[in-house]
């Protein structure tokens, strides 16, 4: 029995907040009966607003993985060969996943310490002189290190080189917490997931469709059942499913969408980039590192820190969750044990941050890790320059729509 | 707004209780910590006992479409050959599936109004001298028909004819509300669903896998990412999950489970079976003809109608529920309009099928319906029967299981 | 472990709808912080639509039994006289609290089985010719009972006698069941409680305030501390209370405003008023008879019915409640053990009355009771009528407004 | 729209944990059928527990406000000495209620800065040789001041001048936060309400009544019905109330009372120590003054902050709930604009203390009061003692229990 509330300070599950809880937990309803339509359409409509797309958005019940999945099911064939960045340990995944389908990915492996670099895809894809590689697939924001990609410019990029692979990106910790434009950044399938920026508990996935990656879709032949697209389109254009949806959690997505709406997309953004600032400064006063190494790169979602050499992250990890009740987010194989992760996403403030990196500075004590006190007084400063005038540093939301 | 309680009455997704609703709103935890492995292990044992297993068995978060695929797609290669037998839409819809995964399912076509014929299935297992038939594909429950599959004779005449192939069944409309025994009745690999007999949202899918299945899945040809029983191994043995699990959903699945244990399954199912009864009571008083036209293979957990000729069973079933505000469950495809299904499963009571009964009497009446006055004192005539002395008539569990 | 929901056919508590329920699970809040005044403004002006009045309505944390004690400490002083009106055990209690808080009432005991006769009032005030008595007390529906006192009629004969004395009314079973207008039909003061048609669980009370009795709660001698009107004056007039309110009720009465204002007062009225007709004629079709004789009197909140003689009716309500998870209401003092209650009000329907009424024809049957099968076919038939084009019989809204 | 969550960080309502939510948001239920025994007994068997008695306890549905009047109608009567001690705001309100119940308060006025004088009680006994102080009514936790009074020494002092006075305690803010002892300390009534350390909404109020209290009862000559003690005792033997009880608030007390002994009642007790610990610790920091002097006295249940001369403490709450949506206390009355008040009770935990004087600190800042900073990192030495080997310094549970 712990007293007071749990902190979920890994980079997502996010907190879920109480409207939605409340939200999933009203009656099932029959999803094929005529009030449900507009349960439906709805979320599917809500989700294009997310997105910032016209095109098609189709939601899956399931986790993000099943998304990944979908996008390349639905438009590539046996033996594609798929241009992957691996930013990270997610991206890697996806690379894993794409070769258990059969498809040939290819990765231009990266130092796991920023975003994906365009300039290196542009070279890779200038080479592929016959369009071997179908797809290019990158991962918005790395959730194993607190690395955002450009994806503007990774367009940009594709497009210098002439190529016309497809651009799917992955956004599952994105969506709703970082600036994401499928339309106007040319993407051709986002992938999602509901546990992050969303603020659902997991289980729903969404992909976002490009005129052009739908009529890819025709001519794939990866075998699909569950994931096919082409299944989605009669019932979806009614608000139904081909399927049973996974009709609570729909509940849930349209009160987030509601909510997130309420607040304000560039507010939301922006509220995850100050996050993002305050905690780097607290890492930064305690003497630590931040893995993403590239300053712009750095992620408003969640903060990697590198430990000081010789000290466990997940023995810090543990001393934190036994002695202040909160979660953290952990290094994942390249990183494992060297890193750990702030989540600071989704439904959360500047007070909860605050205790999120006080049991960050107790824990770092209380495990015996080197650090200078002063970190939460660097955080309370950067929150601070909201109410003192100064603007927050960094990228405004024009800078970072235009990368 | 309309006031008082919606009733359900569809085969599924099933009237979730207040209990389960209540687990599921509980914040999301982190899935990777050491709080979540009693919550993976209470799942994934406590499904065994629902399947009467001690085999394996794994939780995807998806629809039970998810399962049927996962099932494919983990034990069979392109182009293997499966014989399916379609006792209604769904079984048609999983040869549907399983043709678009690249087999070559074939099916044995019932009259949509009976179980699956074990001697027919003998009879074709006989003729596959050379075994290329791989798998056997039953619904125990067909939710479209409300006809039950005699499982355990259907696993006697494969064992008859010698035949390798594997059993695999669907139970996403009978687990939790009709006997069902994996391991005794030797079946292979079976399907199920949260939002039926676990009373449960719809969004958790399930496998149950004998060590033959397990076997075969080693030699698979098809591909598969999200639905691969190999990653789930190491993971699962200590209470986790290889991507990011329903988390919220699985609360919701260990207080169901709970639930159907605290009652008994025994009595569970007898429940059910007395539900059926009565509802079938009530049909008949009315005069309407019963689609399932074998008794003993008549359901505990829907029942479907035939309407008279010349009515509109879609145009009755808006009259109920703009009338009375109960949903009831349509025909689908062959039967589409000529048949009403209504749904006695999960978590239902004698009072509720009262109401349940009488809102069809007046529907009946409201949407100018031939019929005879008398059905729910018919009901109330069975399900009196219970407190008589008299026992209810039918199959008890002996019987059943030995089916 | 009961599968199914229960069926809490009680005259109140009533079904608590879902929408409430998550309303009183949010949060609580600051009830003097600046968000607070919206939810103070919003019940105590939501409150004056539901009491159909302009004037002062204060709301205490606290049972309806508070209320009644309220209405007297505030516009009494000890040794008063009250005349009160016996339709019931309510009455009799109002009664009897009124002398336990030192006032001298006075009972015209009525037969149980009807409404306040006016006449009887009349006479009694005209006898009183130095107006010792002070107030009139009358249960509007008298819960014991099942009988509607005519209000307007009270009104009238108080007016006839040319007696001051301020009128008092319990509407504790009725306000949002049974039309009810304080301003129109003079009365000063209005008492009620939560957990009947107002469909919360309990735990607040009311008083609608006349300004006559605003006036007399200035020389009222009886002691006063948490009851006290004039500590309520200032903080409610910016949507504050003197004390802690019951913060989460009060979120759920909020909700329940809406609910009533959605469907619509006159909607809510007429629908118990037919839910009232169908189950006396299923009582009439068991050969059972309505404790409530006055035909004009008969109550939507409730039916009370007569058991055969020589048959217990608290047996049949422990039958009906172990054999179909039904709670039923039982006869209080003066006819214990001889009458048993419906309650058909609050959140509620006609499935869940035909369910209802069918566990009351199974329990008669399984209890031994002597009755006539039949009771649920004639209360089908009176709910068909809505839609048969017949209007349902009876009183109109206009009638009832006029008594 | 305000993202993550709330910091509900006033002296009471405390948070709400979410177990008690989701206890509270079940159906209600028949309050006079068999299951409802249950609920009631644990509700009324588990607050002796908390109370430490053995004695008789009382549950109103009511605020704590009203236990108060409770208290004094069942034990004292008209015209009756009852001797108060003014710790601050709430023991004046008590004062004032006595009067207007019309009772004879006298009250010692202390300086709101300390705990109440033991020896001045006494003094004051000594005078009354003719015994017309009938009762000596003490606040535990001055919720207005956060000091902490003797209750043991007050009976010593009471018992030293030989005077058979009874003892009333004002719980409301201590119980379940502050180590109490009904039957050990000698207390004739305790009063308290569910709000606070109870960690449920308000709407309950309770009295713990001694041997000798209950005895005074039977000769009290004020007015009584709804606070009436006698009406309880048949019905409480049994599990029921005399009236309605509040069905739902119930059901969280019960699942409040299981939380309280899982963490046990002396880990609770320290927990609400250390952390008034810490926040003194950054008060201190921050250069301002405590309000409560005595050392000895200080809460755990909240911490009164005196504003630097020439600064609002209204306007500083005002930037903080504007800036960090957090709700701390105001001052009242005396202090009223001088002081603020930190609420650290309930379901509360060491980072959330952290979030909360991190809000106060940028509060602070925000609203131009001069503080030094360093106030979180003085706080975050001192929860640390907890696992550095140093016990936590002050009154252990023993010294407290002696005082």
Known sequence: ??????????????????????????????????????????????????????????????????????????????????????????????DRLARNLGLQPESIVGDWRRGADPDAIEARLREDTDHKIKA????????????????????RAIDAAGHPALLMVDTISSLGSVDYRHDEWGVDVTISGSQKGLMLPPGLSFNAISEKAWKASQFAGLQKAYWSWAEMEEPNSKGYFPYTPATNLLYGLNEAIDMLNEEGLENVFSRHDRHGQATRAAVEAWGLEVLCARPEDRSGVLTAVLMPEGHSADNFRAVTLDHYDMSLGNGLSKVADRVFRIGHLGDFNDLMLCGTLSGVEMGLRDAGVPYKTGGIGAALEVLGRKWSGQMAEGRDAKSAAAR
């Not at 095109?55 to 979908?70: K, L, M, Q």
């Open 1 to 94: 029995m712990k007293a007071g509330r749990h902190f979920l300070q890994i980079p997502g599950p996010s907190n879920v907040p109480d409207r939605v809880l409340r939200a999933i937990d009203y009656p099932t309803m029959d999803h094929r009966g005529p009030a449900f339509a507009d349960v439906g359409r709805r979320a599917l409509d809500g989700m294009k607003g997310i997105f910032r797309t016209e095109a098609r958005v189709v939601i899956f019940p399931s986790s993000g993985t099943g998304a990944w999945e979908a996008a390349l099911v639905n438009t590539l064939s046996p033996g594609d060969a798929v241009l992957m960045y691996e930013t990270g340990h997610f991206a890697w995944l996806w």
């Open 136 to 155: 290019v697939c990158v991962v918005h924001n790395e959730t194993s290190t607190g690395s955002v990609s450009p994806i503007a410019e990774v367009r």
